[in-house]
């Protein structure tokens, strides 16, 4: 491992888990204002990055064309459940732009939401592609599209003007050269880019600020996150930490996970973003990671957090999950970074 342990998992006395990854705290200018592991190796961050995919969906005027709203755009950010109400949504944002479900490239899967699956067993359904976690993302990709009157076939291929569109988004908020080099596909089949965290929490940081966007940009980048922190259950479902969070802390911080242990986000009052990847891939990690940073600028987060005690199946405490002194001394920085902001003042 590259990086060193964040999170452990204590049970009785002994450690009986530990999970090594990397953080950045960072500002629109890229200043890193608390990190910890290598900062500058670049990670996947799979479906973190979902906000900024769907910017050149409001960018290019397809919202407004087909009667969209706050719902459909926040669920074009989602890593969504697959409950009913998922379902449609993304069926509706369909519809509005002359689609069907068919033309979904994402694939299929049983909903995350373990309610809606045990329901549909029971009535003898099967998944279609519209409870696919990312099957909001991909109607907003293919309803720019058809605004544009580009083909709809391989919309989600690398070459396709929506994908170059979302890669040009990249490259203007992380500042990376995107190549071939660096780009993965991911389990939704669109691209994916490699780039390292401390460029991800620049531009997380950079969405909720106006620092080097035009003043266009900055709407767009506002719209976006008034729809997340305004329908967090779109955005992820019952029970999560996406949602959780942000019910918590409305209209305060955006929050985004990704498979395999990734985390991105923005405080927006601090004017920062955060980024972080736990080496394992581990959700709990990455979690509990997410949760820490946010809860130094806001403490009420800690009510949103996952439980730090570990409870085995009679109820019983059996241990607990900590931060590793290098990570308490990242969270150190952060918590040193809100009260230098506290003392000046607005």
């Not at 459909?72 to 369909?94: D, Q």
């Not at 988004?169 to 780039?195: H, K, Q, R």
């Not at 990847?277 to 990455?286: C, L, M, Y």
Request: hydrophobic share 45%; charged share 20%; net charge neutral.
């Amino acid at each position: 491992m590259r990086n060193p342990i964040l999170i452990e998992l204590i049970r009785g006395a002994v450690v009986e888990s530990a999970h090594a990854g990397v953080v950045a705290v960072a500002r629109a200018d890229g200043g890193l204002v608390a990190a910890v592991g290598d900062t500058a190796a670049p990670v996947f961050p799979r479906s973190a990055i979902k906000p900024l995919q769907a910017l050149p969906f409001i960018e290019t005027g397809a919202v407004e064309r087909f009667g969209l709203g706050p719902a459909e755009i926040a669920v074009a950010c989602a890593s969504h459940s697959g409950t009913p109400r998922h379902v449609a949504v993304v069926e509706g944002l369909l519809a509005k732009a002359g689609l069907t479900p068919a033309a979904l490239g994402c694939g299929v899967h049983e909903p995350y939401d373990a309610a809606t699956t045990r329901d549909m067993i029971r009535r003898g359904v099967r998944p279609t592609s519209l409870h696919h976690n990312c099957s909001g993302k991909h109607a907003a990709m293919l309803a720019t599209a058809a605004h544009l009157g580009e083909p709809i076939d391989g919309y989600w291929l690398p070459d396709h003007p929506v994908q170059v569109r979302i890669r040009r988004v990249l490259e203007d908020f992380t500042g990376c050269s995107l190549t071939g080099e660096v780009c993965g596909i991911d389990g939704c089949s669109v691209p994916n880019w490699a780039m390292p965290p401390a460029a991800l929490a620049r531009a997380f940081a950079r969405f909720v600020t106006d620092d080097g966007l035009t003043q266009q940009r900055v709407g767009d980048c506002l719209r976006i996150f008034q729809a997340c922190t305004a329908h967090p259950d779109l955005v992820a479902g019952p029970g999560r930490l996406d949602t959780l969070m942000m019910q918590r802390l409305a209209g305060k911080v955006l929050i985004k996970t990704g498979a395999e242990g990734v985390y991105c986000g923005a405080v927006r009052e601090a004017g920062l973003g955060f980024a972080l990847k736990i080496e394992d891939g581990a959700k709990r990690a990455s979690e509990a990671v997410a949760a820490r940073v946010i809860a130094c600028f806001h403490p009420e987060a800690s009510m949103a957090a996952p439980d730090a005690v570990l409870r085995n199946w009679r109820g019983l405490d059996v241990g607990h999950i900590t931060a590793s002194p290098d990570f308490e001394a990242m969270l150190a920085a952060c918590r040193g970074r809100c009260a230098q902001d506290v003392a000046r003042g607005p």
